[in-house]
């Protein structure tokens, strides 16, 4: 089992920039990508980047690339997500998770951190 726990969440204004955490404890070794997702309130929850374990590639959504980083510090036990430029539409709740090696879908799930961008 991997547990995760976000943190860094809050309130800024448009334009501006927050960082989210996300500290990744239990059996870590079976994780092979570790992502964020968002859920804004009535839609489906989307990807917004993703990291491999191995060889650290990324993946961006195209509604963040440019603006958002994902990063992996201490020794890849905690998940950054740098966020710059934010505006409105990025306002949601931010899920941290991970993939277990061999499933098809990111199967851990944090509790969620909520960002709120505001005009």
């Known amino acids: 089992q991997v547990q995760l726990a976000e943190s860094g969440g809050g309130s800024v204004q448009a334009g501006g920039s927050l960082q989210i955490s996300c500290v990744i404890s239990?059996?870590?070794?079976?994780?092979?990508?570790m992502g964020w997702y968002r859920q804004a309130p009535g839609e489906e929850r989307e990807l917004v980047s993703s990291?491999?374990?191995?060889?650290?590639?990324?993946r961006y959504a195209d509604s963040v690339k440019g603006r958002f980083t994902i990063s992996q510090a201490n020794a890849k036990k905690t998940l950054l997500l740098q966020m710059n430029s934010l505006k409105t539409e990025d306002t949601a709740v931010y899920y941290c998770?991970?993939?277990?090696?061999?499933?098809?879908?990111?199967?851990?799930w944090g509790q969620g951190t909520q960002v709120t961008v505001s005009s």
């Open positions: 990291i491999k374990m191995d060889d650290g590639t990324t």
């Open positions: 239990g059996e870590t070794w079976t994780a092979c990508d």
């Open positions: 998770a991970a993939r277990r090696c061999g499933m098809v879908r990111f199967n851990y």
